[in-house]
């Protein structure tokens, strides 16, 4: 599931929060003015719902400043992938289905 925080939401606090309350998940970095971000959109939220034991946090890169500073994000769309607590790998720009599915199923390894 593709979980939007609020402006109220996009907190480091609530942010932490979710990392420790799940084992996998997807912080996922975008803006409403990002043509890329528009076009990754419905990759993302296909993976979803193929991938539910994975928790997709989307946030927006100007409401969540203090959280895209703190995961060093220079550019959008990012994906950053945290399993346990720790980013096994990043990526940034859009990218296929398929090979998000691939980072995904890797993930879970």
């Keep these: 599931m593709v979980k939007v ?3 109220e939401e996009c907190t480091l606090d609530y942010v932490d929060g979710a990392i420790k309350a ?5 912080l996922y970095f975008s803006a ?3 043509g890329p971000c528009k076009a990754v959109a419905n990759t993302i939220q296909s993976c979803s719902e193929n991938y539910p034991e994975v928790d997709i946090l989307k946030i927006d890169a100007e409401d969540g400043a203090l959280i895209a500073k703190e995961h060093r994000v220079k550019s959008l769309p990012t994906l950053i992938f945290i399993r346990e607590g720790e980013c096994i790998s990043r990526t940034n720009g859009s990218l296929s289905e398929n090979e998000l599915s691939q980072m995904i199923s890797d993930m879970l390894k």
Excluded: G, Q, T
């Design 5 to 7: 925080l609020s402006k």
């Design 22 to 26: 799940n084992p996998l998940v997807i």
């Design 32 to 34: 409403e003015w990002c």
